[in-house]
Each structure stands twice: as structure tokens, then as C-alpha cells.
């Protein structure tokens, strides 16, 4: 398992570039969402079947229906390579 941290200064172009090095389509992930409202760590797994503009894909799931935004991630660990 490898593990990228996005650091908190990085705008949206610089934590996508660090994901788009980081994963490949294929891969399988754990992702841990910047925590933006307190509101706990959110975490998502999946396997990445996209790497869309502004967002990752996982699980060919749409934005707002289990993928994530570049700018949301905080931790994001490859579990699997393809």
C-alpha cells in the first residue's frame, strides 16, 4: 500500500496533478476526504475507473454518487495496482 497526503497549501490543479501521478485506472483505493466541516474523517474505497476532469472516478460512480473531487482529497492510499 502506497499513501499520498495532498498538502493543505495545494489548489485544485496542483492536488489533481498529485493524484494523476499517483493512481492509474485500475487501481484500488482508499480515499480520505479533507475534512472541511469537522464533521469526522470521511473515507471512501473503490477502484478507480476514471480520472475525470475535476474529479476521481471510483467504481464508475458519478460525482455526488461515491467519487470525489481532487480538491477533497486529503489521503489517498493504493491499495491495489492494476
Known amino acids: 500500500m502506497t499513501e499520498l497526503t495532498i498538502p493543505p ?3 485544485e490543479q ?4 498529485l493524484v494523476q501521478e499517483h493512481v492509474t485506472v485500475g487501481d484500488d483505493v482508499e480515499v480520505r476526504k479533507a475534512d472541511r466541516t469537522g464533521s469526522g474523517d ?3 474505497t473503490g477502484g478507480v475507473t476514471g480520472i475525470e476532469a475535476g474529479y476521481l472516478e471510483l467504481d464508475g460512480n458519478s460525482l ?3 467519487s470525489v473531487r481532487y480538491d477533497e482529497i486529503h489521503t489517498i492510499a ?3 495496482s492494476a
Open 9 to 11: 497549501d495545494a489548489d
Open 64 to 66: 455526488g454518487e461515491g
Open 42 to 44: 470521511p473515507q471512501l
Open 78 to 80: 493504493r491499495l491495489d
Open 14 to 17: 496542483k492536488a489533481t496533478r
